[in-house]
């Protein structure tokens, strides 16, 4: 069966760093686009980050500059280096596999992994 692994959640402190990991047990991951979502307490659920196939990446206005999305595909993994981080990044990040262009369309969901940024 499918499944992406999350991990490098944690607890930091403001202006501090961290890189979440996704390691993803799929065939053709090169074929998926990878998106790192979050929610906040109380809040939706937003997209923070994506990248293509081809490596094109784009960002929410709130995270640019800071984090980065980056993907492995021969380890089939995807990663977001965050740095600089504010309280407000505090919330659970989920990685996101999509294929739309396929019959199914696939789609698959990490189990999410906690950030919290307090002093």
């Known amino acids: 069966q499918v499944q992406l692994v999350e991990s490098g959640g944690g607890l930091v402190a403001p202006g501090g760093s961290l890189r979440l990991s996704c390691a993803a047990s799929v065939s053709a991951f090169s074929a998926y686009i990878i998106n790192w979502y979050r929610q906040g307490p109380g809040e939706q659920r937003n997209l923070v980050a994506t990248i293509s196939r081809f490596g094109v990446t784009d960002y929410a206005d709130s995270v640019r500059g800071r984090f980065t999305i980056s993907r492995d595909n021969a380890g089939k993994t995807a990663f977001l280096q965050m740095k600089w981080l504010r309280p407000e990044d505090t919330a659970v990040y989920y990685c996101?596999?999509?294929?739309?262009?396929?019959?199914?369309?696939?789609?698959?969901w990490g189990q999410g992994t906690q950030v919290t940024v307090s002093s």
């Open positions: 996101n596999l999509d294929r739309p262009t396929v019959t199914p369309p696939l789609n698959y």
